[in-house]
Antibody, heavy 120, light 108 residues
């Protein structure tokens, strides 16, 4: 059973860079034809897909966030990461890492989510 | 981008009643790549259906998914206490993948 766990600071100052890591257990991030995604949910609101990455390092991001998002993968640690630059209060959300999310692939496994608050 | 409109926003029903949730897409969803998720407070979403109507292992058969093109439906035949939650539809047939804003099924 694949498990995912997000980690990173829960508080980020405006204009700084949000950095999160997702650790995958119960399977290799390099096995199977899976993509690995980041999805976020502002408090009390709906879900927004941020982007995904393949174990090869090929990544794709939501055009609405593309200029600020970097997604990377470290197969040796079975982890993938998210960086979101120039954050504002609008980036306050629960951030989920997940397996799936590319075109043609639903999101089958989710991390428990981590709340990141943007505030000075 | 495909916009998904879910209705109603809130559904107030009693246990044992039937729930019908709608998800309408702004354009046709490719290959019926439509999923439904259930989310309870403080939890991550849980996948219920993918490919419009394929039920995930462990999901009770009182849940059913149907539809095609731009109109999709999630039906819960008889609500159990544990079914009161927020339900989201998601299309993953074209990029960017998008979610609806959700339907909250609450106890009347």
């Amino acid at each position: 059973q694949v498990q995912l766990e997000e980690s990173g600071p829960g508080l980020v100052k405006p204009s700084q860079t949000l950095s999160l890591t997702c650790t995958v257990s119960g399977g290799s991030i390099s096995s199977g034809n899976y993509y690995w995604s980041w999805i976020r949910q502002p408090p009390g609101k709906g879900l927004e897909w941020i982007g995904y990455i393949y174990h090869s390092g090929s990544a794709h991001t939501n055009p609405s966030l593309e200029s600020r998002v970097t997604i990377s993968v470290d197969t040796s640690k079975n982890q993938f990461s998210l960086k979101l630059s120039s954050v504002t209060a609008a980036d306050t959300a629960v951030y989920y890492c997940a397996r799936g999310g590319t075109v043609g692939d639903y999101v089958g496994y989710w991390g428990q989510g981590t709340l990141v608050t943007v505030s000075s | 981008e495909i916009v998904l409109t879910q209705s109603p926003g809130t559904l107030s029903l009693s246990p044992g009643e039937r729930a019908t949730l709608s998800c309408r897409a702004s354009q046709s969803v490719s290959s019926s790549f439509l999923a439904w998720y259930q989310q309870k407070p403080g939890q991550a979403p849980r996948l219920l259906f993918y490919g419009t109507s394929t039920r995930v292992t462990g999901i009770p058969d009182r849940f059913s998914g149907s539809g095609s093109g731009t109109d999709f439906t999630l039906t819960i035949s008889r609500l159990e206490p544990e079914d009161f939650a927020v339900y989201y539809c998601q299309q993953y047939g074209s990029s960017p993948q998008t979610f609806g804003l959700g339907t909250k099924v609450e106890i009347k």
